[in-house]
């Protein structure tokens, strides 16, 4: 199973409302997750079963899809939040992640 | 508090081997898989593989089986990644993450990463 985030690249400002879609080369139901990573850094898990918000993560984080197409929503980006974002599904093995998406400030 | 420590940074000849470790607590080791995820320099994240550290059941990506081994020792909470041949390719950080379990799939807490360096 493939995954294939859009876009690749975005440039956004504090403030902005941000979608990154993911898009899974055959149904995986809710088995998604999205993480983001920071330079440096150990990726974070965001959300998983496509829309289920882990633990303290701020709720301007959002997560909607099923089947093949999913997306990751900020709802009004903050600072701290320009980094990488990645997608994974867990349907079968292997737990595949998409190619990632950087978000940078505009 | 749950925690996955990595081993130290590594730099390696190739044709070298190695193996990383990835230690657990705060936590029943043995009731959650662990997976090794690879982030090349510069590049994103890639699945390697995953083993349930209370039999050693292991499922490799394709792309790594017959190139590393995941091994774990639930006496001492530790699972392992190793290689017998480094090459050059193999340089990137290495993340151990634990599989959430309970019937929810997704890789809720992460190491902080080993750095394996191979250069002749």
């Known amino acids: 199973i493939q995954l294939t985030q859009s876009p690749s690249s975005l440039s956004a400002s504090v403030g902005d409302r941000v979608t990154i879609t993911c898009r899974a080369s055959?149904?995986?139901?809710?088995?998604l997750a999205w993480y983001q990573q920071k330079p440096g850094k150990a990726p974070k898990l965001l959300i998983y079963?496509?829309?289920t918000l882990q633990s303290e993560v701020p709720s301007r984080f959002s997560g909607s899809g099923s089947g093949t197409a999913f997306t990751l929503t900020i709802s009004s980006l903050q600072p701290e939040d320009f980094a990488t974002y990645y997608c994974?599904?867990?349907?079968?093995?292997?737990?595949?992640f998409g190619q990632g998406t950087k978000l940078e400030i505009k | 508090e749950v925690q996955l420590v990595q081993s130290g940074a590594e730099v390696k000849k190739p044709g070298e081997s190695l193996k990383i470790s990835c230690k657990g607590s705060?936590?029943?080791?043995?009731?959650?898989?662990i997976g090794w995820v690879r982030q090349m320099p510069g590049k994103g994240l890639e699945w390697m593989g995953i083993?349930?550290?209370?039999?050693?059941?292991?499922r490799y990506s394709p792309s790594f089986q017959g190139q590393v081994t995941m091994s774990a020792d639930k006496t001492i909470s530790t699972a392992y990644l190793q290689w017998s041949s480094l090459k050059a390719s193999d340089t990137a950080m290495y993340y151990c993450?634990?599989?959430?379990?309970?019937?929810?799939?997704?890789?809720?807490?992460w190491g902080q990463g080993t750095l394996v360096t191979v250069s002749s």
């Open positions: 079963a496509a829309s």
């Open positions: 993450a634990r599989h959430c379990g309970r019937g929810i799939s997704c890789y809720d807490y």
């Open positions: 055959q149904g995986i139901s809710s088995y």
């Open positions: 994974q599904h867990l349907y079968s093995y292997p737990h595949t």
């Open positions: 083993i349930n550290p209370g039999d050693s059941d292991t």
């Open positions: 705060g936590y029943s080791f043995t009731s959650y898989w």
